[in-house]
Antibody, heavy 121, light 110 residues
Framework: EVQLLESGGVLVQPGGSLRLSCAAS????????MSWVRQAPGKGLEWVSA????????YYADSVKGRFTISRDNSKNTLYLQMNSLRAEDTAVYFC??????????????WGQGTTVTVSS | QSALTQPASVSGSPGQSITISCTGT?????????VSWYQQHPGKAPKLMIY???NRPSGVPDRFSGSKSGNTASLTISGLQAEDEADYYC??????????FGGGTKLTVL
């Protein structure tokens, strides 16, 4: 069964750092681009970042560029999101998602259940 | 990266058809055939319903269809069923090599 399982979401103070993880199983992880998408409480979906299957190409939304870093360890079938200089507006449920293809342009066909990040003092 | 424009809400009776629009620009919806649609029930993860404008993943009923004209994409659900009540989001690949989502549309089945 194809599965994604996020972890690492916690309550953190403004200005703090956090690393989210997403463990993948049931598919050849290195063959697919991966994305992070977030959803603030009561709000819509917001694309955050994406990474190619090899990890050689990364992409970011303007709202997180320079503060967040996406990475992957294909030997561990795990996707990461390093989040620095956190702000209250980063409070959200963070989903990891598998892209349909390694091109990363077509859509996200598998999603995790999400992990909650709360930024508050 | 401005969000794509969707109606906040639509409604329909069981058996009817509804269409949800998604308007962007020539830098996203109008420039690429990489529009996808997601269904999200409360408290659940999104589910891919349409990709590449009009393709359905395996397991998605053929009641769901997608199309595009210029800078506007559309999701049509025919033969509405109670379980179709959910939030729907469009998204498009952009000229900046990023994704942009629509604001979401709440579908109510009357």
């Amino acid at each position: 069964e194809v599965q994604l399982l996020e972890s690492g979401g916690v309550l953190v103070q403004p200005g703090g750092s956090l690393r989210l993880s997403c463990a993948a199983s049931g598919f050849t992880f290195s063959s697919y681009a991966m994305s992070w998408v977030r959803q603030a409480p009561g709000k819509g979906l917001e694309w955050v970042s994406a990474i190619s299957g090899s990890g050689g190409s990364t992409y970011y939304a303007d709202s997180v560029k320079g503060r967040f870093t996406i990475s992957r360890d294909n030997s561990k079938n795990t996707l990461y999101l390093q989040m620095n200089s956190l702000r209250a507006e980063d409070t959200a449920v963070y989903f990891c998602a598998k892209e349909l293809y390694n091109s990363g342009m077509n859509g996200m066909d598998v999603w995790g259940q999400g992990t909650t990040v709360t930024v508050s003092s | 990266q401005s969000a794509l424009t969707q109606p906040a809400s639509v409604s329909g009776s069981p058996g009817q058809s509804i269409t949800i629009s998604c308007t962007g620009t020539s830098s996203d919806v109008g420039g690429y055939n990489y529009v996808s649609w997601y269904q999200q029930h409360p408290g659940k993860a999104p589910k891919l319903m349409i990709y590449d404008v009009s393709n359905r993943p395996s397991g998605v009923p053929d009641r769901f269809s997608g199309s595009k004209s210029g800078n506007t994409a559309s999701l049509t659900i025919s033969g509405l069923q109670a379980e179709d009540e959910a939030d729907y989001y469009c998204t498009s690949y952009t000229s900046s090599s990023t994704w942009v989502f629509g604001g979401g549309t709440k579908l109510t089945v009357l």
